[in-house]
């Protein structure tokens, strides 16, 4: 699999997922930290990359627009160290990382998760 960090999440976790053998860049490694989110979804779809983002914009940009691809998952966590939010991502990878292959939209909270596939 491969990801792409909005700016919200810390190139610690981007660090993490490469660790762990995936492939991912964040934004601020390609000067992008200012690309607009819809821009940020086109990037995404074309590099065939799952969004990580803190952004809950992403779900709707993606739900209004009927694609099926790219996958986001939505970090809404309340422990946002870049420690826990990589264990809990991981962790949620080792789940679910079928249905993020082939679209959807994850949200991840800290003891739980949901998964929707896409289009909505």
């Known amino acids: 699999m491969r990801f792409l960090a909005d700016m919200g999440v810390s190139p610690l976790t981007v660090e993490a997922l490469r660790q762990n053998g995936y492939e991912a860049v964040h934004l601020i490694e390609e000067g992008l930290e200012r ?4 821009a940020i979804l086109q990037k995404a779809k074309q590099e065939e990359r799952i969004v990580l983002t803190f952004d809950l914009d992403f ?6 627009s009927a694609d099926v691809l790219p996958s986001v998952i ?6 946002t ?8 991502l991981l ?3 080792s789940q679910c990382g ?4 082939t679209g959807a939209i994850l949200s991840v909270q800290d003891n739980r998760y949901r998964l929707r596939r896409l289009p909505i």
């Open 98 to 101: 079928e249905d993020l292959t």
């Open 59 to 64: 779900g709707d940009l993606l739900a209004a």
């Open 91 to 93: 962790e949620i990878l």
């Open 74 to 79: 939505i970090f809404r966590l309340n422990h």
């Open 35 to 38: 690309l607009p989110d819809s």
């Open 81 to 88: 160290n870049p420690a826990f939010v990589s264990a809990r």
